[in-house]
């Protein structure tokens, strides 16, 4: 189709970016299954090690959501949350942080919630597909 001069042209919408999950986790199987999983569902996700490197990885991606592991070498997950609740750039700070965990206490609950994790999975009882769906669900992706 030829324009013609003084014609416009009608321009697509842009196809909206899905959102970007940071998966903090140092058991890199399990840590590849859940990326395998969410970026089949079109999400764009990242994978940082350990509590340390999850941190900065916060502050250079500022992801849209991160999965968080509590038990991990260098940094825990308790200190990962005790971190982003201190950090005074609010895009840090308001980063929604969800555990994603095989610890069950409700004592350690309470206390990632006081932290500012905003929900508690635990691994043993969602399968990648659960944990999927689940991010869909918090992040309203229909």
């Known amino acids: 189709m030829l324009q013609k001069k003084g014609e416009s042209v009608p ?3 842009a196809a909206k970016a899905m959102p970007a999950i940071l998966i903090i986790e140092d058991d890199i199987n399990l840590a590849e299954m859940y990326k395998t999983k969410l ?3 079109g ?3 990242t994978i940082s090690p350990d509590g ?3 941190i900065k990885a916060i502050r250079d ?3 849209d959501l991160v999965l968080l592991d509590i038990l991990m070498a260098k940094k825990d997950g308790f200190d990962v949350l005790s971190s982003i609740g201190r950090c005074p750039i609010p895009e840090v700070k308001n980063t929604p942080v969800i555990v994603l965990t095989n610890l069950a206490s409700p004592v350690d609950q309470e206390e990632g919630k006081r932290l500012g994790a905003r929900d508690w999975w635990i ?3 969602n399968t990648p597909a659960e944990v999927a769906n689940k991010v869909k669900e918090f992040l309203k992706i229909k």
Request: net charge positive; no cysteine; charged share 45%.
């Open 52 to 54: 340390k490197d999850g």
């Open 61 to 63: 991606l500022k992801p």
């Open 123 to 125: 691994k043993a009882f």
């Open 43 to 45: 999400f764009k996700t």
């Open 39 to 41: 970026d089949s569902e």
């Open 11 to 13: 321009v697509k919408p």
